[in-house]
Each structure stands twice: as structure tokens, then as C-alpha cells.
């Protein structure tokens, strides 16, 4: 199965360039795996390039996890993030898969010194 980067999960996710739009769905039409990083990073332009609040962002990753051409790298990882990201405001996502992914791994807690992502389930602030 074919991977795609940041780029392409951003075009589909904000639909800001139709040209691109159409070059990232023929490509995903075929089915393609979205890794980690590509997922957290895309979070990170939603909410910092275009200002999603976070449950547009929610929505976007909840969008991939159910679309048919997309496979998320341990999607049940992702899902256990987006709750996590749902239930802790001021939490960005990608410190909630650093924590679930982390847990997968066997290695919690997670150190922090981020006062929000302390509070997670799985996470340890360091004070």
C-alpha cells in the first residue's frame, strides 16, 4: 500500500486548492497509509495555519480513521488518542498519540512538563 505525507492528508482535510484536492483523492482512491507523523503533523497546520478549534480537529481525524481508501498507522492507537484529545481541552492531539503510543509500547508514563498533558491518563508531570 502506498503512504502519503502532511501535504496531501492537509489538502484533503481542508479542500483549500482544487487542483491539489483532485491530484491527493485520485491518489488516495487507490488506498494509501497514513503514518504518525504525517497525522500529527497535519494536526499541528490545522491548528496552527488554519485555526481549527479542536473539535474541527477531532472531526478531521475521526474523517480519516473512517474513510474507506485511508489506513491509519494503528488506528486504535489513533482512536485511544482522539479520545484522549476530546476529553482534555487544551491538549493538542499530538501529545495525546505521543502518550498512546507510548502506552502501546509499554513505556508509561510519559514524562512531561506540560501542566495539560500531566493530566492525561498515562502521562506524568515532572515537578
Known sequence: ?????????????????????????AFVARGVWVPYLALAE?????????????????????????????SVQDAEVVEAALAQFRQHQGVCFSDCLMVEVARKAGHTPLGTFDRA???VDGAHRLT
Not at 489538502?11 to 487542483?19: A, E, I
Not at 491548528?47 to 474507506?68: K, P
Request: charged content about 25%; glycine content about 2%.
Open 42 to 70: 497535519a494536526t499541528w497546520v490545522l491548528e496552527s495555519v488554519y485555526e481549527c478549534d479542536a473539535a474541527a480537529i477531532a472531526t478531521a481525524v475521526d474523517m480519516l480513521l473512517n474513510h474507506a481508501q485511508v
Open 1 to 25: 500500500m502506498r503512504a502519503v505525507d502532511t501535504n496531501v492528508l492537509v489538502r484533503l482535510l481542508t479542500r483549500d486548492d482544487p487542483k491539489q484536492v483532485a491530484l491527493a483523492e
Open 117 to 119: 498533558l500531566g493530566k
